[in-house]
């Protein structure tokens, strides 16, 4: 098992397992894989996306970190004026309003701006990852919570 992990980009695992493993019949698209990502941080929860063909008694399987689902949600245009004020916009701005979102936020960032997000957008391309993201405005650290 290995995990790859780019600071503000790419979080994906990808792992091989025998067919006899004890867990393969629990292999399935969509399923959860708890991984330690690196020596000395905390398992971290991975959604399966793919899963090969078994080849010699193996398959290949290929996982996302769960804060990828937030690539699905969508969240309207707004301005916050602190980094908690745009994490908290996020559950008060989602375009589908029979959606919660899954996810709490916290920070400790101080920093002052504004962050304006101008069309819907989704959630986690506004966090990291792009110009005027919650990231390049106010810098530091964000965490999330899993909440499902």
Not at 32 to 42: M, N, S, T
Request: proline share 5%.
């Amino acid at each position: 098992c290995a995990v790859t992990e780019e600071r503000n980009g790419l979080y994906e695992l990808d792992m091989v397992y025998p067919m006899k493993g004890l867990n393969f019949s629990a292999i399935q698209p969509d399923r959860i894989v708890y991984a330690v990502p690196a020596d000395g941080k905390a398992p971290q929860p991975f959604r399966i996306y793919y899963i090969s063909a078994p080849l010699n008694g193996e398959v290949e399987i290929s996982a996302q970190h769960i804060s990828y689902q937030l690539k699905w949600t969508i969240a309207n245009a707004f301005t916050a004026s602190s980094a908690s004020a745009a994490l908290n916009g996020f559950a008060s701005h989602l375009a589908d309003t029979s959606q919660s979102l899954p996810f709490t936020f916290s920070t400790d960032v101080t920093t002052a701006g504004t962050f304006k997000n101008l069309y819907p957008q989704d959630i986690r391309s506004l966090l990291m990852g792009q110009e005027g993201s919650i990231l390049d405005v106010f810098g530091g650290n964000t965490s999330g919570t899993d909440t499902m």
